[in-house]
Nanobody
Framework: VQLQAFGGGLVQPGGSLRLSCAAS????????IGWFRQAPGKERERVSC????????YYADSVKGRFTASRDNAKNTVYLQMNGLKPDDTAVYYC?????????????????WGEGTLVTVSS
């Protein structure tokens, strides 16, 4: 099982980015995929969770209404569309996976993690 997150970069406040999480070694259908982030000097924060089976998702209050998770099972890839970015969104973003038979469940004990991608929101 491998995960690779990419798509980070430097963006101005109010801008948008789309992160991708490419999965290999398993198919998304039975997995829940979480997006997490960690800013310098802060604890890791769970941003969103999406079911690879039916696409249902949930979000942290801090990003609700601005971030949207989606998945393309044919490409075995999960996305995080981030709009209305704020400086507080600056962090390294990680994707993680757990076999949940499609149940929407993401926590900090996810067994599989990808390397992070840095998102910097600054003018």
């Amino acid at each position: 099982v491998q995960l690779q997150a990419f798509g980070g970069g430097l963006v101005q406040p109010g801008g948008s980015l789309r992160l991708s999480c490419a999965a290999s070694g398993f198919t998304l259908d039975d997995y829940a995929i979480g997006w997490f982030r960690q800013a310098p000097g802060k604890e890791r924060e769970r941003v969103s969770c999406i079911s690879g089976r039916d696409g249902t998702s949930y979000y942290a209050d801090s990003v609700k209404g601005r971030f949207t998770a989606s998945r393309d099972n044919a490409k075995n890839t999960v996305y995080l569309q981030m709009n209305g970015l704020k400086p507080d969104d600056t962090a390294v973003y990680y994707c993680a996976a757990r076999n949940t038979l499609g149940i929407l469940l993401c926590d900090y004990g996810m067994p599989y993690w990808g390397e992070g991608t840095l998102v910097t929101v600054s003018s």
